[in-house]
């Protein structure tokens, strides 16, 4: 009963989806004020029916409904329950959901926040996500439908995946959708003011703290995925390149690029046309990873069970979506007019520069992911494209961004002069060079990569210091601490972002310079050294987990003789699918984290052993935390606060209007 | 306007080749040994361990070459195409048991039946290597100057066998 | 008392649980294990879905590990272990494409992006420069909006 309570929302919701693609939209074309107002109260509606249905299916879940075939196929009932719930997301069919649950979330949060739009804008935004709704509520009610009945229900279930089966699987997919799908709102945006042909500085002030939320999710849902398989795979890896995570790093370059080129447009009002096109990028960027991680084109590590008649569903939505958008824009951008003037040298000049460079390793990074499958389609041999070709191709892209992005924020706005810059920058850059090259050789280490990531690195923490003075010294206040709180949130937001940028090279950089790796045979009581570490293994007992039987392996480590923890690796061998899992164990520190895994057992108790000394791996993560944190301080900036609590009425006053034109 | 098509014409193409890649199989890597001679070995014969299997001994005659193992659900499902092929009497399917126990692989051969006429023994997997085996069962079409034609990767099923390996064999016996 | 007891008691005593002894590395030559990690990680498991040499367990990667190894015991250089890989399984397993006039597109297009970027972006700039006359944004008219927000933020 409850699963088809929630596949009967799912059908009235894409009743909704479509009365809210359409009505609200014609609306606005031919100035129909009623018409208008469906907006609102249908993304609401929508978004209780696939609440319901989301809620459904959880219900299914909890209660181990293994008539629902897709529970019985993602989960067990000796599953504990958190990883159950988590297991709605488990493969293709439950992600989906989450997807449209996320879209309608956003929707929501857009009838919440949207009071100061003008009324045509926002049902025009509320319209174009109801169409992008209609596509993923469709592909699921035909070949994808979570609440398909098993008749006669299984006894027991096939079990979540036993990788899954992770406290990051709760909490990394709805991460990285909210995300994802987030760019939904830019790109509703976008559309919206193409249809409507106002692309003013008041559209990228919309658009702003919308695309940065976004952009927090994305960055703290690829780092917890970068972590999760850090510690769940048991290589001690942090980013392989997979086609699916650069599916989720390319929406990630083009969000970013957007970001920064809102600034120009809100600024100085000009670029919007590219503007808009990258707000098209970033959405369409993410649908085209759902395609390639749920199509089977392209094989990865994480890519769900595969169906070609899901794949052209996917395909003729992406076809539909991104070509209609792409179009929309061929046929309206020409109209749009140019702007504030700046020059090359300017604040806007870098950030159009950086946005280059992010939009081309964008571009390599697509094109390294897809150009295997290009080769193949036109006959002409299989090839793999892996981490050596990403890795030589992207530092020569991102170095001179991250040296744009130590300049940028000290250039002035519509023209800098260079010898003024050098004159500032003097200090920041002889102090980045220096250490650049004396930290490594102090630490016995120099390659030329070790030296670029640590000179990059200081350069983003000097040049922000020199740029953080400079604007203590311009704004209002006596003490220094009055200063410091007179600056504005979004300019900590964005000094805190770029030093995230700063803290993710330094743990790359330290990592790849100087991580070490042992792997060894151990008997019971043999020690074994790594960095200034001693291991003690002190053999391995047998453990039986909820589901699951493993051996636990413990070992203590110590250094100079003192105890400084005790690590209990894990070999899991999970019932339900007879799968053996390598469950690593981590010491994490600020400075290093002390990584153990199991291998194999030998005779006598004796284990085959993997350690790894991990200096500053943490940075990598702690580094997009930060960035995120900043993206966080830019929206709570007093002008973006003030703009969603002013309630004003739906056709604004004149003098709004017209204020708002020039905001 | 043409700079405001672009993005659009790229996607197009974009979609196009993913498009052909939905009918593609990412998995099936096409062997470059193909239209050169096949890699010599000389490994005991299963039935016959004193004996030796090698395909030098095949040197003027068509001939597949089936990697195959007794832990491969893939040669059981290819395993009655074989069966049928072995009894037409079209071309000699010789064996490979690839990393496999001996035993096991004589009760599966007598339990299910045994389309070769020669099953030859890579324990170690060593002649699969020089193959460029990937993955049980394959087959190789060898030709009677010792040059493979054909590979087939994964199963062979009654359609590949009547469409591509007994004309390949016919134009080859010809040759 | 006999040689073999003897010899018992100093194989337990040598290969037994002895405490606080050092563990010794899985591999026999550390060195040359090193070269295979170094060569493995850029190679691809065929059978995986994508995974390298070095990370996977299927039995084929320990084979072909296996099959590295000896070839470096052989003294065999990068080039030609490269050159027998290549040679039974083709450009599929090596994670870094060969340079071949099938993947020039594929090493060239990163560079030829940003060049072709940073020229539309110069020229775009140039023309624009010629072009704009109105200032629709004023710093002026920021500082009045920045002002009229904050008072009506202020408002209850």
Redesign the interface.
């Known amino acids: 009963m409850i699963p088809e309570i929630g596949h009967f929302a799912l059908i009235l919701a894409l009743c909704v989806a479509v009365v809210q693609g359409i009505l609200p939209i014609y609306g606005a074309a031919v100035g129909n004020s009623s018409l208008m107002a469906v907006a609102k109260p249908a993304a609401r509606g929508q978004f209780l029916l696939v609440a319901t249905a989301f809620g459904c299916l959880a219900y299914a879940f909890a209660e181990k409904d293994f008539s629902v075939l897709y529970v019985a196929a993602t989960s067990n009932s000796q599953l504990p329950l958190h990883y159950r719930l988590a297991a709605i997301w488990g493969a293709h069919e439950g992600s989906l959901l989450l997807w449209t649950f996320i879209l309608t979330l956003w929707m929501f949060a857009v009838t919440l926040f949207s009071a100061h739009l003008p009324e045509s804008t926002r049902s025009r935004i509320l319209g174009v996500m109801g169409l992008v709704s209609i596509g993923f509520l469709l592909f699921m009610l035909t070949v994808s439908n979570p609440f398909e009945r098993l008749i006669p229900a299984a006894a027991e279930g096939r079990d979540l995946n036993p990788l899954l089966q992770d406290p990051g699987m709760v909490i990394h997919p709805p991460m990285l959708y909210m995300g994802y799908v987030g760019f939904s709102v830019a790109f509703a945006f976008a559309i919206a003011a193409l249809l409507g042909g106002n692309l003013d500085a008041a559209w990228a002030r919309w658009s702003r703290p919308w695309t940065t939320v976004a952009w927090c999710f994305l960055t703290v849902g690829i780092a917890m995925g970068s972590g999760w398989a850090y510690y769940e795979l048991g290589w001690g890896g942090w980013w392989f390149w997979d086609p699916v995570e650069n599916a989720s790093f390319m929406p990630w370059l083009a969000g970013t690029a957007l970001v920064h080129s809102l600034a120009v447009t809100d600024k100085r009002g000009g670029f919007k046309?590219w503007t808009v096109?990258l707000a098209?990028?970033a959405f369409?960027l993410s649908l085209l990873g759902t395609?390639l991680v749920r199509?089977?084109?392209?094989?990865s590590v994480h890519a769900f069970a595969t169906d070609?008649k899901r794949?052209?569903f996917i395909?003729a939505f992406?076809?539909i979506v991104?070509?209609g958008s792409?179009?929309l824009?061929?046929w309206r951008?020409?109209r749009v007019g140019l702007g504030g003037s700046f020059v090359a040298m300017s604040r806007e000049g870098m950030l159009l520069a950086n946005n280059v460079l992010l939009v081309a390793a964008m571009g390599s990074v697509l094109l390294g992911t897809?150009y295997?499958?290009?080769l193949?389609?036109l006959d002409l041999?299989?090839i793999s494209v892996g981490p050596p070709y990403f890795d030589t191709v992207f530092v020569p892209l991102m170095a001179p961004a991250i040296f744009l992005m130590g300049i940028g924020p000290l250039a002035q706005w519509k023209k800098a002069s260079l010898p003024d810059l050098a004159k500032r920058l003097k200090w920041a850059f002889g102090v980045s060079v220096v250490t650049a090259i004396a930290l490594p050789i102090v630490m016995g280490n120099w390659t030329p990569l070790l030296s670029l990531g640590i000179l990059l690195a200081i350069w983003i923490v000097t040049t922000s210091v020199v740029s953080l003075r400079e604007r203590l010294t311009h704004v209002a206040g006596n003490s220094f601490f009055e200063r410091l709180a007179s600056v504005p949130r979004s300019y900590w937001g964005m000094l805190v972002a770029h030093c995230g940028i700063a803290v993710f090279i330094v743990g790359v950089t330290m990592v790849k310079g100087f991580e070490t790796e042992k792997d060894v045979r151990m008997n019971v009581g043999e020690t074994a050294t790594i960095g200034d570490y001693l291991f003690r293994f002190d053999g391995a007992q047998d453990v039986v987990g909820p589901n699951y039987t493993a051996a636990r392996g413990s070992f203590a480590v110590s250094r100079d003789g003192r105890e400084t923890t005790v690590l209990y690796p894990e070999k899991r061998r999970y019932t339900a699918q007879n799968q053996v899992m390598t469950e690593a164990a981590i010491d994490p520190g600020l400075l290093r984290d002390l990584y153990v895994s199991l291998g194999e057992p030998l005779d006598n108790g004796a284990w085959s052993v993997r350690l790894y000394h991990k200096p500053f791996i943490d940075w990598i993560w702690g580094g997009c935390f930060i960035m995120a944190l900043g993206g966080v301080l830019a929206i709570s900036d007093r002008r973006y606060r003030i703009a969603w609590r002013r309630q004003e009425p739906a056709v604004a006053e004149p003098t709004r209007a017209a204020r708002r034109k020039v905001a | 306007?043409t700079r405001?098509?672009l993005?659009?014409s790229i996607?197009?193409v974009?979609?196009v080749?993913?498009?052909?890649?939905?009918?593609?199989n990412?998995?099936e890597?096409?062997?470059?040994?193909v239209g050169k001679a096949a890699p010599d070995f000389s490994q005991p014969q299963l039935f016959e361990p004193a004996k030796v299997f090698s395909p030098a001994d095949m040197k003027g005659k068509v001939w597949l070459l089936n990697f195959w193992a007794s832990w491969c659900s893939g040669c059981k499902t290819e395993h009655p195409v074989l069966m049928d092929l072995a009894k037409s009497g079209e071309v000699p399917i010789y064996g490979m048991d690839y990393?496999d126990q001996r035993d096991e692989a004589m009760t599966w051969l007598s339990r299910w039946g045994n389309p070769y006429p020669v099953v030859g023994v890579d324990d170690?997997?060593?002649v699969?290597?020089?193959?460029?085996v990937?993955?049980v069962p394959e087959t190789y079409v060898i030709d009677k100057q010792g040059v493979i034609q054909y590979k087939q990767i994964g199963p062979l099923d009654s359609e590949t066998v009547e469409k591509k390996i007994i004309p390949l064999v016919k134009q080859l016996e010809a040759q | 008392m006999n040689i073999q007891w003897i010899a018992l008691i100093v194989v337990l005593f040598l290969s037994g649980p002895v405490w606080a002894g050092e563990a010794r590395p899985l591999a026999d030559d550390p060195a040359s294990e090193a070269r295979l990690k170094h060569l493995a990680v850029e190679l691809r498991c065929?059978?995986c879905q994508n995974q390298t040499l070095a990370d996977s367990n299927a039995?084929?990667a320990e084979?072909?590990r296996r099959?590295v190894r000896e070839m470096i015991a052989k003294n065999m250089s990068d080039q030609e272990i490269i050159e027998f890989l290549?040679?039974?399984?083709?450009d599929?397993v090596l994670y870094r494409p060969p340079l071949k006039a099938t993947t020039t597109l594929l090493w060239v297009g990163p560079f030829l992006l940003v060049i072709v970027g940073a020229t539309a972006l110069i020229i775009t700039l140039r023309r624009r420069a010629s072009k704009v006359v109105d200032v629709p944004v004023t710093e002026d008219e920021h500082r009045r909006v920045e002002q009229l927000l904050t008072e009506g933020g202020k408002r209850p």
């Open positions: 046309v096109l098209i990028m369409s395609f199509s089977g084109v392209l094989t070609p794949g052209m395909l992406l076809a991104i070509g792409l179009a824009y061929a951008a020409p897809l295997p499958l290009f193949d389609a041999g299989k | 306007m405001f098509l993005p659009l996607f197009i974009v979609v080749f993913l498009g052909i890649g939905l009918k593609l990412p998995r890597i096409p062997s470059p040994l990393k170690a997997g060593r699969g290597i020089n193959y460029g990937y993955g | 065929l059978v039995p084929l084979d072909l099959e290549t040679a039974r399984y083709g599929f």
